[in-house]
Protein backbone atom coordinates (compact mmCIF):
# COMPACT_ATOMS: atom_id res chain seq x y z
CA UNK A 1 0.00 0.00 0.00
CA UNK A 2 3.06 2.12 0.79
CA UNK A 3 4.83 1.59 -2.38
CA UNK A 4 1.37 2.20 -4.41
CA UNK A 5 1.00 5.95 -2.50
CA UNK A 6 4.74 6.76 -3.17
CA UNK A 7 4.33 6.01 -7.39
CA UNK A 8 1.21 7.84 -6.97
CA UNK A 9 2.89 10.65 -5.69
CA UNK A 10 5.82 10.51 -7.89
CA UNK A 11 3.37 10.15 -11.11
CA UNK A 12 1.63 13.29 -9.48
CA UNK A 13 4.82 15.50 -9.18
CA UNK A 14 5.50 14.48 -12.49
CA UNK A 15 2.23 15.84 -13.95
CA UNK A 16 2.63 18.55 -11.98
CA UNK A 17 6.19 19.73 -13.21
CA UNK A 18 5.18 19.12 -16.89
CA UNK A 19 2.13 21.09 -16.31
CA UNK A 20 3.63 24.34 -14.99
CA UNK A 21 6.45 23.97 -17.33
CA UNK A 22 3.66 23.90 -20.11
CA UNK A 23 1.92 27.17 -18.95
CA UNK A 24 5.41 28.48 -18.33
CA UNK A 25 6.31 28.02 -21.88
CA UNK A 26 3.02 28.95 -23.26
CA UNK A 27 2.72 32.52 -20.63
CA UNK A 28 6.17 33.33 -21.99
CA UNK A 29 5.24 32.82 -25.83
CA UNK A 30 2.48 34.51 -25.48
CA UNK A 31 4.34 37.65 -23.93
CA UNK A 32 6.24 37.49 -27.45
CA UNK A 33 3.52 37.35 -29.90
CA UNK A 34 2.07 40.46 -27.77
CA UNK A 35 5.62 41.92 -28.48
CA UNK A 36 6.28 41.16 -31.81
CA UNK A 37 2.61 42.69 -32.38
CA UNK A 38 2.86 46.16 -30.32
CA UNK A 39 6.69 46.51 -31.55
CA UNK A 40 7.05 45.13 -34.85
CA UNK A 41 10.15 47.11 -35.77
CA UNK A 42 12.79 46.50 -33.27
CA UNK A 43 13.69 49.44 -30.94
CA UNK A 44 17.47 48.58 -29.84
CA UNK A 45 20.08 46.95 -30.95
CA UNK A 46 21.97 43.86 -28.57
CA UNK A 47 25.47 42.59 -29.48
CA UNK A 48 26.70 39.88 -27.65
CA UNK A 49 30.26 40.28 -27.03
CA UNK A 50 32.77 37.61 -27.95
CA UNK A 51 35.23 39.50 -30.81
CA UNK A 52 35.35 42.30 -32.93
CA UNK A 53 32.85 41.11 -35.81
CA UNK A 54 30.13 40.95 -33.50
CA UNK A 55 30.63 44.76 -32.71
CA UNK A 56 31.14 45.66 -36.58
CA UNK A 57 28.53 44.18 -37.43
CA UNK A 58 25.89 45.77 -34.69
CA UNK A 59 27.64 49.07 -36.31
CA UNK A 60 26.82 48.49 -39.63
CA UNK A 61 23.47 47.38 -38.49
CA UNK A 62 23.43 50.81 -36.20
CA UNK A 63 24.23 52.61 -39.29
CA UNK A 64 21.12 51.15 -41.17
CA UNK A 65 19.20 52.01 -38.19
CA UNK A 66 20.00 55.40 -37.28
CA UNK A 67 17.52 55.98 -34.38
CA UNK A 68 17.90 52.74 -32.69
CA UNK A 69 20.00 52.69 -29.71
CA UNK A 70 23.13 50.19 -29.12
CA UNK A 71 23.68 47.83 -26.15
CA UNK A 72 26.79 45.66 -26.09
CA UNK A 73 27.18 43.25 -23.49
CA UNK A 74 30.95 42.56 -21.90
CA UNK A 75 32.21 42.73 -25.50
CA UNK A 76 35.75 45.20 -26.51
CA UNK A 77 37.09 47.02 -24.32
CA UNK A 78 35.93 50.93 -24.99
CA UNK A 79 38.54 52.19 -26.62
CA UNK A 80 38.24 49.21 -29.71
CA UNK A 81 34.60 49.35 -29.36
CA UNK A 82 34.03 53.31 -30.01
CA UNK A 83 36.99 53.29 -32.78
CA UNK A 84 34.60 50.54 -34.42
CA UNK A 85 31.81 52.15 -34.11
CA UNK A 86 33.05 55.88 -34.75
CA UNK A 87 34.52 54.31 -37.84
CA UNK A 88 30.99 53.50 -39.12
CA UNK A 89 29.83 57.00 -38.34
CA UNK A 90 27.76 55.74 -35.49
CA UNK A 91 27.40 58.70 -32.60
CA UNK A 92 28.53 57.33 -29.46
CA UNK A 93 25.87 59.10 -27.37
CA UNK A 94 24.35 55.82 -28.85
CA UNK A 95 26.39 53.33 -27.93
CA UNK A 96 26.01 51.96 -24.34
CA UNK A 97 28.95 49.45 -23.05
CA UNK A 98 28.08 47.32 -20.51
CA UNK A 99 30.77 44.79 -19.10
CA UNK A 100 28.57 43.45 -16.21
CA UNK A 101 28.51 39.96 -17.73
CA UNK A 102 30.30 37.32 -17.31
CA UNK A 103 29.07 34.59 -19.62
CA UNK A 104 26.11 34.00 -22.40
CA UNK A 105 23.47 33.83 -19.58
CA UNK A 106 24.34 37.06 -17.78
CA UNK A 107 24.85 38.93 -21.11
CA UNK A 108 20.62 38.88 -20.72
CA UNK A 109 20.15 38.76 -17.18
CA UNK A 110 22.48 42.42 -16.39
CA UNK A 111 20.71 44.18 -19.08
CA UNK A 112 17.21 43.19 -19.42
CA UNK A 113 16.14 45.03 -16.69
CA UNK A 114 17.86 48.43 -18.25
CA UNK A 115 16.16 47.23 -21.61
CA UNK A 116 12.70 47.25 -19.69
CA UNK A 117 13.88 50.58 -18.20
CA UNK A 118 14.08 52.14 -21.81
CA UNK A 119 10.79 50.83 -22.83
CA UNK A 120 12.28 48.48 -24.94
CA UNK A 121 10.09 45.74 -26.32
CA UNK A 122 11.59 44.09 -29.36
CA UNK A 123 15.32 43.96 -30.06
CA UNK A 124 17.76 43.07 -32.73
CA UNK A 125 19.97 40.41 -31.22
CA UNK A 126 23.50 40.36 -32.67
CA UNK A 127 25.89 37.64 -32.55
CA UNK A 128 28.02 34.84 -34.36
CA UNK A 129 26.15 31.84 -36.17
CA UNK A 130 27.51 29.48 -33.33
CA UNK A 131 26.39 30.97 -30.66
CA UNK A 132 23.23 32.01 -31.54
CA UNK A 133 21.56 28.76 -31.21
CA UNK A 134 22.20 29.08 -27.37
CA UNK A 135 21.54 32.74 -27.64
CA UNK A 136 18.18 32.12 -28.92
CA UNK A 137 17.46 29.83 -26.02
CA UNK A 138 18.73 32.09 -23.50
CA UNK A 139 16.61 35.04 -24.94
CA UNK A 140 13.53 33.06 -24.85
CA UNK A 141 13.74 32.16 -21.22
CA UNK A 142 15.24 35.41 -19.90
CA UNK A 143 14.21 38.16 -22.51
CA UNK A 144 11.13 36.54 -23.31
CA UNK A 145 9.59 36.37 -19.21
CA UNK A 146 9.90 40.42 -19.37
CA UNK A 147 8.00 40.54 -22.45
CA UNK A 148 10.87 41.49 -24.89
CA UNK A 149 10.64 40.36 -28.30
CA UNK A 150 14.29 39.27 -30.71
CA UNK A 151 15.37 39.54 -34.07
CA UNK A 152 18.34 37.65 -34.69
CA UNK A 153 21.26 39.13 -36.62
CA UNK A 154 23.51 36.11 -37.19
CA UNK A 155 27.51 37.42 -37.65
CA UNK A 156 29.24 34.69 -40.16
CA UNK A 157 32.22 32.88 -38.55
CA UNK A 158 34.29 29.99 -39.37
CA UNK A 159 33.95 28.41 -36.00
CA UNK A 160 31.55 24.99 -35.30
CA UNK A 161 28.35 24.72 -33.96
CA UNK A 162 28.47 24.99 -29.48
CA UNK A 163 27.56 21.47 -28.30
CA UNK A 164 24.22 20.95 -27.19
CA UNK A 165 24.97 20.17 -23.70
CA UNK A 166 25.90 23.93 -23.46
CA UNK A 167 22.35 24.82 -24.73
CA UNK A 168 20.96 22.74 -22.53
CA UNK A 169 23.22 23.81 -19.22
CA UNK A 170 21.98 27.89 -20.16
CA UNK A 171 18.81 27.15 -20.16
CA UNK A 172 19.06 25.18 -16.73
CA UNK A 173 20.20 28.28 -15.61
CA UNK A 174 18.08 30.72 -17.30
CA UNK A 175 14.91 28.73 -15.33
CA UNK A 176 17.26 28.91 -11.83
CA UNK A 177 17.34 32.90 -12.84
CA UNK A 178 13.55 32.97 -13.33
CA UNK A 179 12.74 31.34 -9.98
CA UNK A 180 15.66 32.67 -8.08
CA UNK A 181 16.97 35.61 -9.57
CA UNK A 182 20.73 33.99 -9.24
CA UNK A 183 22.19 32.55 -12.56
CA UNK A 184 24.62 30.00 -11.32
CA UNK A 185 27.55 31.56 -12.90
CA UNK A 186 30.26 30.48 -10.74
CA UNK A 187 29.16 27.23 -11.05
CA UNK A 188 30.12 27.42 -14.99
CA UNK A 189 32.62 24.88 -15.22
CA UNK A 190 34.53 26.97 -18.74
CA UNK A 191 34.08 30.39 -18.37
CA UNK A 192 34.47 32.21 -21.41
CA UNK A 193 38.07 34.27 -22.02
CA UNK A 194 37.44 37.85 -22.29
CA UNK A 195 38.26 39.28 -26.04
CA UNK A 196 40.45 42.03 -25.82
Known amino acids: MVK ?34 QSPDPEAILVLGGGNTRELAAAQLATQNPKLAVWVSSGLDPTQANKIFSA ?8 NLDYSATDTVTNFTTLVSKLQAHNIRHIYLVTSDFH ?59 PPVRSS
Not at 11 to 18: K, M, S, T, V, Y
Not at 138 to 156: D, E, H, K, M
Request: glycine share 4%; aromatic share 8%; hydrophobic share 50%.
Open 88 to 95: QNVTLTRV
Open 132 to 190: MPRSKAIAFWVLGSRGIAYTPIIVPSNTPSEPQHKIVRDIARSWLWLVTGRTGSSLDPD
Open 4 to 37: LWQQWLVRGAIIALITTSFLIILSIKARLIVSAY
